[in-house]
């Protein structure tokens, strides 16, 4: 399978715990993008990259959020201090090229719950 | 400012019905594009078309088909004779130069019933 993967697909967690996930695009798509799900609502941008340079930064992501992609391939989201509102579902796509009117592929998202 | 409305939150049709997704959108920039994506079930995002604000010929796929007016800012999608496997949550978005990435509707959900 060579689409985009992600993993934990599920993680559960208590409030004020660290947490990473990690994001593997499809090989050569040099554009990653993280999105948030929350129930009932469509995905909301978080970040993107083009190749290992973060390029944007939503104001959703707040201070308590990082992510890197240090060698232009995997990626990771770091949450810290989590927080009950921080439950979502994180999704990440990658793109080839180096516009956003490219087609994005989805990966199946990691879904975190915060006690 | 970008903005996709999808005012139908959910929609319930019977096997073969034909049904309209609609989708209205916002945008300052004169250059754009427009998406639709099905999330079924397992929850993966699945591409189904691109349109940029220059090609304003309908599009038809099979059973799906793609009605895009700019003077109405819409960008509905059919689908004819509907089956059990459409049902899902579909996401019309929009990309312009003056945004980083997708801008997502809120979904409408299908139900399709045998």
């Known amino acids: 399978d060579t689409g985009v993967s992600q993993d934990p697909r599920h993680k559960i967690t208590k409030r004020g715990q660290n947490v990473t996930f990690r994001c593997d695009p499809i090989?050569?798509?040099?554009?990653l993008y993280w999105y948030r799900q929350t129930l009932g609502q469509g995905p909301e941008f978080l970040t993107y990259?083009?190749?290992?340079?973060?390029?944007?930064k939503s104001r959703l992501l707040s201070d308590r959020f990082s992510a890197e992609r240090p060698k232009g391939s995997f990626s990771t989201l770091e949450i810290q201090r989590t927080e009950q509102g921080d439950s979502a579902m994180y999704l990440c796509a990658s793109s080839l090229g180096t516009s956003g009117y490219n087609e994005q592929f989805f990966g199946p998202g990691t879904r975190l719950t915060v006690l | 400012a970008q903005k996709v409305t999808q005012a139908q939150t959910e929609i319930s049709v019977v096997e073969k019905e034909d049904v309209t997704l609609d989708c209205v959108y916002e945008t300052r920039d004169t250059t754009y594009y427009l998406f639709w994506y099905k999330q079924p079930p397992s929850g993966e995002l699945v591409f189904l078309i691109r349109r940029n604000s220059f090609d304003e010929q309908n599009e038809i796929s099979g059973r799906y088909s793609w009605n895009f007016q700019k003077s109405t800012s819409s960008f509905n999608f059919t689908i004819t004779a509907s089956q059990v496997v459409d049902s899902a949550v579909y996401f019309c978005?929009?990309?312009?130069?003056?945004?980083?990435?997708?801008?997502f509707g809120k979904g409408t959900s299908l139900l399709v019933t045998p």
């Open positions: 090989s050569e798509h040099n554009r």
């Open positions: 978005a929009l990309y312009s130069n003056s945004g980083y990435a997708l801008n």
């Open positions: 990259f083009q190749n290992e340079a973060q390029l944007e």
